[in-house]
T-cell receptor, first 114, second 114 residues
């Protein structure tokens, strides 16, 4: 079985500060991991994905995430927060078969203080 | 850039009524999915579909739900007799079925059951 746990349902940072959103996964097989962003009243947009090529994955909008197998973590970071980063962020995991479902974490709402 | 589209964007219905949510997946994709997100909660998998058959379904996907690919482009989710608790955002997704199974999500249909 696979699952993801996002630590912190709400994170607030100042504009220009480091963003760190935490995600831990559980998987009995090598996972594929994703971070999705959801802006208010919009759908899901893929930020980045880990598919076992490189442990440090760079995504859109300056975000990156590092896969750490020893810690079963896939935390999302951005060096300098921007007001436009305010959104809900979902960590997700899927298996490697073609029709594998995506299992989402409970989400972390990121707020940016001016 | 190809994208998944969904109609309608918002559907309001009375409890007990049937609703059909429509999706047009990306044209060369072979795998199709429905997910739902109850307001304020995480995104949950409902069903996956491949080769005109259900590949996997969750426990949420009971006898009140059905999916169909009536032609070469549309992928539909039918709820036969809606309940208040069916109120949610419903997302359609599709994928090529490649090794890392990237799923592309539509913008969602917000279903409100009164």
């Amino acid at each position: 079985a696979q699952s993801v746990t996002q630590l912190g349902s709400h994170v607030s940072v100042s504009e220009g500060a480091l963003v760190l959103l935490r995600c831990n996964y559980s998987s009995s097989v090598p996972p594929y991991l994703f971070w999705y962003v959801q802006y208010p009243n919009q759908g899901l947009q893929l930020l980045l994905k880990y598919t076992s090529a490189a442990t440090l994955v760079k995504g859109i909008n300056g975000f990156e995430a590092e896969f750490k197998k020893s810690e079963t973590s896939f935390h999302l970071t951005k060096p300098s927060a921007h007001m436009s980063d305010a959104a809900e962020y979902f960590c997700a995991v899927t298996g490697r078969s073609s029709a594998s479902k995506i299992i989402f974490g409970s989400g972390t709402r990121l707020s940016i203080r001016p | 850039e190809p994208e998944v589209t969904q109609t309608p964007s918002h559907q309001v219905t009375q409890m007990g009524q049937e609703v059909i949510l429509r999706c047009v997946p990306i044209s060369n994709h072979l795998y199709f999915y429905w997910y739902r997100q109850i307001l304020g909660q995480k995104v949950e998998f409902l069903v996956s579909f491949y080769n005109n058959e259900i590949s996997e379904k969750s426990e949420i996907f009971d006898d009140q739900f059905s999916v169909e690919r009536p032609d070469g482009s549309n992928f539909t989710l039918k709820i036969r007799s809606t309940k208040l608790e069916d109120s949610a955002m419903y997302f359609c997704a599709s994928s090529e079925g490649t090794a890392y199974n990237e799923q592309f999500f539509g913008p969602g249909t917000r279903l409100t059951v009164l």
